[in-house]
C-alpha cells in the first residue's frame, strides 16, 4: 500500500518504455523500491546522462535481489526419483542449522516439516498464503515456495520439488526462491532433469554449486500383467484416474465389490481433508484399505501403498486430453514401496493391456532435461511501467508488459491466463493498481463459478467501503452435509471461497478482519465432506463409546455461532 501511495503522490513521467537512467534512480528512490530494482541500476554498468533503461528487460533476474548476491552460497543440489531419501539428507542440515527456510509446493509439506522440526525441538513456524503460525523464539520457518522470504538471512535454506521451476503458472516462485534465498547454505532438491539449468542460472551469481544423486531405496517393480477387473483389487492398492468424476465412479465399482472401503485424495478436496484420507488409509485398524487417487498423490501425502494402478494413461490439462508425460508417470508410480513402510517393495500397472507399454517405456526413459525456468516480473517493474503509460488500468499493463517482454533463453515468462481473466474484473472498479494486482494474484479458480463469484464480490465490497466483512456473503451456521455430487462439489467451491477471504485477510488485514470466521467455516466444510465420504463408504471412523461425526458436527457448529455472533440464540445441547 505504501508504494502505491508513493506512485499517486507523482504525476508525471515519460510515456516512452526507455526512461532516462536519472529519472529511474530518482523515482525508485522515492516510492521505496531500492531493495528491487535500484540495485539493477546501482551494478558495475556505467550509465551516462543521457543512457536509457528498459523497463521490460527481464534478462538478468538474478540482479533483482541484492541480499544473496552479497553472500557468496554454498549450493547443495540433491537429485534422484522420489523415495531416494534426497529430502531427508537436506532435512537434517536444516534441522542442524541455526536460523532456515524450507520451501515447499504444498501446504501439506509445509506442515509435515514444521511438525517435524518441532517434534526435533528445534522451534519452527509455518507461514503459507492461508495460514501464520508462530512459534516463541523460532529461527525456522517452513513455508510455501510463494511466501519464500528473499529479505532476511538464514544459515540454511531448502527448496523442495525444484523441478517444478519449469511448471508454466508456479515456475516463477522456484526461481525466485532459487535466486533470491539469501542463506550461506542452500540444499535444492528435485529430479535430475533440472540439473543443467539450475548450473546454468547460477553460473552468473558466483555460487558454489555441489550435486549429490540419489538411487532409490525401495524396489519398484512395473508389472506385465494389467488388473483387467476390479475383483483384482487387493488391500494397499492406489488406483490412479484423473477427474473428480472418474474418482467417484472408480469409488463406487470397488466398494459393491464388498470386498474394500475405499479412500479419496484429489485436488480440490481441502487439505486437511486429503491429509484425513490418507490416514485412515495408512491406518491398520481402518477399514479404508484401498485408495482412489488423482496426481495430488504425487507429492505432499506419505502413502503406504503397495501397488500403484493406472486406469489411464490421459489426463485432460485445461486444454486438452494428452498423455502423460514421462515425469508425471515417474512421479506418481513412484508413490508405491514407500521405504520403510508395511510395503517395502512397490507394484505398478494398468487397468488396461493396451497402457501397459507407455507405462514401461516411461519408467525405463530418462525424464526431459529442463530447458527454462519461469519467471514473472516484480509489482516494482509493473508499477513502474503503468507510470509510463499514464494508466491505472492492470490488464493492459500487464498485456503489453509481457508482450514487450525480453528474456534469455533459459528463462519464460510464467502463464498469467487467471491473472488477466482477474484483472478484466477488477479493472471495472476503483481500485489502486496494488490492490488490483493483489487481487490477481489471489488463489482462486475463475472457471468455478462459485469461487469467480466470491472474488467479485470481495472487491467490489472492497472498492465501494475499504472493508469486506464476510457475512455479507456468506452467513456462518448454514452449512450441511451434502447429499449428491452436485452438492460435494458446492462445499469444495464454499471452502475455495472462504480460503480466498483468508488469504486477502493477511495481506488486507483492516479491510478483511473476519479471518477466525472464515477459517472456522473452513473448518466446518472439512468436517462436512468428510462425514459426506464417510456415509458414502458406510464407513464410521470412530470408535466405540465416541460421538458421531454429525453429532460432533452439531456441537461445532454451535459452539463456533455463539463465538462469533453471540447475537443469535442457539438451543445448547
Known amino acids: ?13 515519460s510515456s516512452s518504455p526507455l526512461l532516462h537512467d ?36 527481464l534478462t538478468q533476474p538474478h540482479l533483482w535481489y541484492p541480499n544473496a548476491r552479497k553472500k557468496k552460497r554454498n549450493v547443495f543440489l540433491h537429485m534422484g526419483p522420489t523415495n531416494s531419501g534426497k529430502t531427508y539428507h537436506a532435512l537434517k542440515r536444516l534441522e542442524a542449522s541455526t536460523s532456515g527456510l524450507y520451501c515447499g509446493p504444498l501446504r501439506l509439506l509445509a506442515w509435515e516439516v514444521a511438525r517435524r522440526l518441532n517434534n526435533a525441538k528445534v522451534p519452527c513456524n509455518l507461514i503459507t498464503g492461508q495460514e501464520r503460525d508462530e512459534i516463541d523464539g523460532a529461527k525456522h520457518t517452513s513455508l510455501t515456495v510463494e511466501m519464500a522470504d528473499v529479505s532476511g538471512e538464514y544459515q540454511c535454506a531448502v527448496i523442495d520439488e525444484i523441478q517444478m521451476l519449469g511448471c508454466k503458472t508456479r515456475g516463477y516462485a522456484f526461481t525466485r526462491a532459487l535466486l533470491g534465498i539469501c542463506s550461506d547454505e542452500l540444499h535444492v532438491c528435485g529430479d535430475p532433469a533440472s540439473v543443467p539449468l539450475i548450473q546454468r542460472i547460477l553460473e552468473v551469481t558466483d555460487d558454489v554449486v555441489q550435486v549429490q544423486y540419489y538411487e532409490r531405496l525401495s524396489p519398484l517393480v512395473p508389472l506385465n500383467v494389467p488388473l483387467e477387473s476390479f475383483a483384482n483389487v487387493k488391500k494397499g492398492d492406489c488406483i490412479v484416474t484423473f477427474s473428480r468424476q472418474d474418482i467417484y465412479k472408480l469409488k463406487k465399482k470397488i466398494e459393491a465389490g464388498g470386498k474394500h472401503l475405499c479412500s479419496v485424495v484429489y485436488g480440490s478436496l481441502p487439505p486437511e481433508t486429503r491429509t484425513k484420507q490418507a490416514t485412515l488409509f495408512n491406518d491398520e485398524r481402518s477399514e479404508m484399505d484401498v485408495l482412489v487417487a488423482s496426481d495430488a498423490i504425487g507429492m505432499g501425502l506419505n502413502l503406504n501403498i503397495s501397488r500403484i494402478i493406472f486406469s489411464t494413461m490421459k489426463k485432460f490439462d485445461g486444454e486438452s486430453t494428452r498423455n502423460l508425460t514421462v515425469p508425471e508417470i515417474k512421479q506418481i508410480a513412484g508413490r508405491a514401496g514407500r521405504y520403510g513402510s508395511k510395503f517395502p517393495v512397490g507394484e505398478v500397472t494398468c487397468l488396461k493391456g493396451s497402457d501397459l507399454p507407455l507405462l514401461h517405456s516411461s519408467l525405463n526413459a530418462a525424464s526431459p532435461v529442463l530447458e527454462r ?11 513502474l511501467y503503468s507510470r509510463m503509460h499514464s494508466t491505472k488500468d492492470f490488464h493492459p499493463v500487464l498485456e503489453k508488459f509481457l508482450a514487450k517482454a525480453k528474456l534469455s533463453s533459459d528463462y519464460f515468462i510464467s502463464d498469467c491466463e487467471e491473472m488477466l481473466k482477474i484483472a478484466v474484473v477488477v479493472d471495472e472498479l476503483p481500485l489502486a493498481l496494488y490492490d488490483k494486482y493483489l487481487f490477481c494474484l489471489s488463489p482462486v479458480d475463475m472457471n468455478d463459478d462459485i469461487s469467480a463469484q466470491g472474488l467479485i464480490q470481495f472487491a467490489e465490497s472492497f ?26 462439489k458446492e462445499l469444495e467451491s464454499i471452502h475455495k471461497v472462504l480460503d480466498l477471504y483468508v488469504w486477502l485477510s493477511f495481506r488486507m488485514e483492516e479491510s478483511f478482519p473476519d479471518r477466525e470466521v472464515a477459517a472456522s467455516q473452513k473448518s466446518m466444510c472439512s468436517l462436512l465432506i468428510e462425514e459426506f465420504l464417510e456415509r458414502s463408504g458406510g464407513y464410521r471412523p470412530f470408535r466405540k463409546g465416541q460421538p458421531t461425526s454429525q453429532w460432533l458436527q452439531k456441537k461445532y457448529q454451535k459452539r463456533e455461532m455463539q463465538k462469533y455472533f453471540p447475537e443469535i440464540n442457539v438451543e445448547s445441547d
Not at 521505496?32 to 533503461?53: D, E, N, R, T, W
Open 22 to 57: 536519472t529519472a529511474i534512480r530518482s523515482l525508485l528512490l522515492n516510492v521505496g523500491c531500492s531493495s528491487l530494482l535500484y540495485c539493477q541500476l546501482s551494478s558495475p554498468i556505467s550509465f551516462h546522462s543521457s543512457a536509457k533503461f528498459d523497463l521490460t528487460d
Open 463 to 488: 472498492s465501494r467501503k475499504g472493508l469486506v466483512r464476510l457475512q455479507e456473503i456468506f452467513t456462518p451456521g448454514t452449512l450441511q452435509v451434502p447429499k449428491t455430487q452436485n452438492q460435494l
Open 1 to 13: 500500500m505504501a508504494m502505491a501511495r508513493a506512485f499517486r503522490l507523482r504525476n508525471s513521467l
Open 373 to 383: 525456468a519461469g519467471l514473472f516480473p516484480t509489482f516494482d517493474l509493473l508499477s
